[in-house]
């Protein structure tokens, strides 16, 4: 069973800071990996998608790496900004047979003015 | 193009009641992932399907069930509502069967409320 771990739960910078979020997972077969954007009672959009031959995919002030043999993808975001306050969810999705991702809890962020 | 959209938009019920939440994937998507979102914790897979056939289903009672209608629009239906059921009810849908080569996209849910 694929296991996904968002650290930490919460997060609190000023802005201008650079925030760096962490996901980890269990089973490393996996087929991608993306990194999603929640706001308070709101659906998901989608920030980033990185496939298991990449180590990194860029938009914009985000840069997301993965080290799939470790389990580990870490979501950068460059220069914070008050709108970038919003809970940061990580999923992974398992080749054949298995269409579901499995997503963390999230990671919260607020960026203080 | 319009994104994903689902119906309604928030909805109490009371338990032992039944409920039917609706979605519309973006045009030209053939597959529809239903997720259930309780409040601080991750979406966790329901079904899925594509082309009117359930691809895979997640740890859920048979209380739950889905249909895709040929126009690749879908519902979720929930039987014997409990209060933990009370959740946010998310629709994704993709252009192909998993997802693989591409984003899955999301709509903005349903918020049940089950008193």
């Known amino acids: 069973k694929q296991e996904v771990t968002q650290i930490p739960a919460a997060l609190s910078v000023p802005e201008g800071e650079n925030l760096v979020l962490n996901c980890s997972f269990t089973?490393?077969?996996?087929?991608?990996l993306q990194w999603f954007r929640q706001d308070p009672g709101k659906g998901l959009t989608s920030l980033l998608l990185?496939?298991?031959?990449?180590r990194e995919q860029t938009s914009g002030r985000l840069n997301a790496s993965l080290d799939k043999s470790s389990g580990r993808s870490t979501l950068y975001i460059a220069a914070s900004q008050p709108g970038d306050s919003a809970t940061y969810l990580c999923?992974?999705?398992?080749?054949?047979?298995?269409?579901?991702?499995?997503f963390g809890a999230g990671t919260t962020v607020t960026v203080r003015a | 193009d319009a994104g994903v959209t689902q119906s309604p938009t928030h909805l109490i019920k009371t338990r032992g009641q039944h409920v039917t939440l609706r979605c519309s994937p973006i045009?030209?998507?053939?597959?529809v992932s239903w997720y259930q979102q309780v409040l601080g914790q991750g979406p966790q897979f329901i079904f899925q399907y594509y082309e009117k056939e359930e691809r895979g289903r997640g740890n859920f009672p048979d209380r739950f069930s889905a249909r895709q209608f040929p126009n690749y629009s879908s519902e979720l239906n929930v039987n014997a509502l409990l209060l933990g059921d009370s959740a946010l009810y998310l629709c994704a849908s993709s252009l192909y069967e998993t997802g693989l080569q591409e984003t899955q996209y999301f709509g903005p849910g349903t918020r049940l409320l089950v008193l």
């Open positions: 999923a992974v999705l398992r080749p054949i047979n298995d269409y579901k991702l499995s």
């Open positions: 089973d490393s077969a996996i087929y991608n």
């Open positions: 990185i496939q298991s031959s990449q």
């Open positions: 045009s030209g998507h053939k597959s």
